[in-house]
T-cell receptor, first 112, second 113 residues
Framework: QKEVEQNSGPLSVPEGAIASLNCTYS??????FFWYRQYSGKSPELIMF????GDKEDGRFTAQLNKASQYVSLLIRDSQPSDSATYLC????????????FGKGTKLSVKP | DGGITQSPKYLFRKEGQNVTLSCEQN?????MYWYRQDPGQGLRLIYY???????QKGDIAEGYSVSREKKESFPLTVTSAQKNPTAFYLC????????????FGQGTRLTVV
């Protein structure tokens, strides 16, 4: 069974701090990795994707991928109360099924 | 604007009743998916389809059925065999199987009354 694991949280950080969200996956053949943000009662929206080892930065967001450790993370710099949401990690194994496997999500709370 | 449209936004089902959730996309995506999300839980895959007239069961297909007669449409029927259908249902699509992100509809919240 292919799995994606996330700490459910809640993760609480003060406004302006760095929030660090972590995700591990079981399928070593996984090829692409995504971070989605989901506000309560809403559908997930894509905020970052990463395919290669290393860091990828987009504004206040940085995704980090380490395929050897089967680990992907999301850093949010200068956290804002509007960043408070559940963050879902998703992995595409690229296999015959080719579907995304989602973690259960980490709930982030940014306190003013 | 291209996107995925799910309807209705809210749906109420009586015991023993079948209901159908609509999902339409105009993104020209090949693959479409149905997920179920329960409170505080992640997304669990119900069914997916990578091509017209073909679909596969996901992890929790029991009590659900789908069809894919057109590329744009992937309706989900929640049958009376699904004993605990109250949940948030999400439809998604991807351009192709590998290395592409999923785009989601706005979701349908189904409640058994």
């Amino acid at each position: 069974q292919k799995e994606v694991e996330q700490n459910s949280g809640p993760l609480s950080v003060p406004e302006g701090a760095i929030a660090s969200l972590n995700c591990t996956y079981s399928d070593r053949g996984s090829q692409s990795f995504f971070w989605y943000r989901q506000y309560s009662g809403k559908s997930p929206e894509l905020i970052m994707f990463i395919y290669s080892n290393g860091d990828k930065e987009d504004g206040r967001f940085t995704a980090q991928l380490n395929k050897a450790s089967q680990y992907v993370s999301l850093l949010i710099r200068d956290s804002q109360p509007s960043d408070s949401a559940t963050y879902l990690c998703a992995v595409n194994t690229g296999g015959s099924q080719g579907n995304l496997i989602f973690g259960k999500g980490t709930k982030l709370s940014v306190k003013p | 604007d291209g996107g995925i449209t799910q309807s209705p936004k809210y749906l109420f089902r009586k015991e023993g009743q079948n209901v159908t959730l609509s999902c339409e996309q105009n993104l020209n995506h090949d693959a479409m998916y149905w997920y179920r999300q329960d409170p505080g839980q992640g997304l669990r895959l119900i069914y997916y389809s990578q091509i017209v007239n073909d679909f596969q069961k996901g992890d929790i297909a029991e009590g659900y059925s789908v069809s894919r007669e057109k590329k744009e449409s992937f309706p989900l029927t929640v049958t009376s065999a699904q004993k605990n259908p109250t949940a948030f249902y999400l439809c998604a699509s991807t351009r192709e199987r590998k290395n592409t992100e999923a785009f989601f509809g706005q979701g349908t919240r189904l409640t058994v009354v």
